[in-house]
């Protein structure tokens, strides 16, 4: 079974210009990524899907890297995220073999657990037939705002007309979403709601999306 980790790195940002080369500690926030990703030690290869001149030229070269450079028609503000992972999986399979697992991890969600993903692509190996995946999820305030969730028996909810305030919302970011390739393939999306069980992660270091100067002054005290 092979097992694939996805970096998108596009170098536009409107918030944070060039956010994916903002440092914690002297490590770029790609750098830290793909250093997690080899501590793993679960993974077949480590692809880097980037338009960002300064990443090509870094891993150009690089023996652990699969650098894919990616298209201008993929690196807009608006372009999603999903074409961007479909282009590097429909390259990888193209060039090198089939993927059974991908998994996406965002650099700007740069604190993360190896027990956590290990144990869960240990479960997705065992239910390698079943259309499951998983993805992270954070708490958020009360709010009807079309990017949360309820959570419900272990699967995501969209939130309704109907929805309480004393209910838990939770938000998806972008520390990991763990899928069969097939999935993602057959229905151009990182993941299916019904068929998606949500990994909330209650260590607020590994909630954070670094889009401000913000995050970066605060994530300088953090241990990774």
């Not at 899928?179 to 057959?186: A, D, G, H, L, V």
Request: overall charge positive; glycine content about 2%; charged content about 30%.
């Amino acid at each position: 079974m092979k097992i694939i980790a996805i970096v998108p790195a596009r170098s536009g940002s409107v918030r944070l210009p060039k956010k994916n080369r903002r440092t914690i500690r002297g490590k770029t926030l790609v750098e830290i990524t793909i250093d997690y990703i080899k501590k793993v030690k679960i993974f077949n290869d480590i692809l880097l899907t980037t338009d960002d001149k300064f990443f090509i030229r870094k891993y150009s070269n690089s023996k652990s890297i699969k650098l894919i450079t990616r298209p201008t028609t993929l690196a807009t503000s608006s372009s999603k995220v999903i074409y961007t992972i479909l282009h590097a999986i429909k390259f990888y399979e193209n060039n090198i073999g089939k993927i059974d697992i991908t998994v996406v991890m965002q650099p700007t969600s740069p604190i993360r657990s190896i027990k956590i993903l290990k144990n869960l692509l240990k479960k997705l190996k065992k239910k390698r037939d079943m259309p499951i995946s998983y993805v992270s999820v954070s708490k958020r305030l009360f709010s009807c705002n079309e990017k949360n969730f309820l959570i419900k028996k272990k699967r995501l909810y969209k939130i309704k007309k109907n929805f309480y305030k004393n209910q838990k919302t939770y938000q998806l970011n972008g520390n990991f979403y763990v899928s069969p390739t097939k999935i993602i393939k057959k229905f151009k999306q990182l993941y299916l709601l019904k068929n998606t069980i949500p990994v909330v992660l209650k260590d607020k270091k590994m909630s954070v999306d670094i889009n401000d100067y913000s995050n970066i002054l605060i994530s300088e005290h953090w241990k990774f």
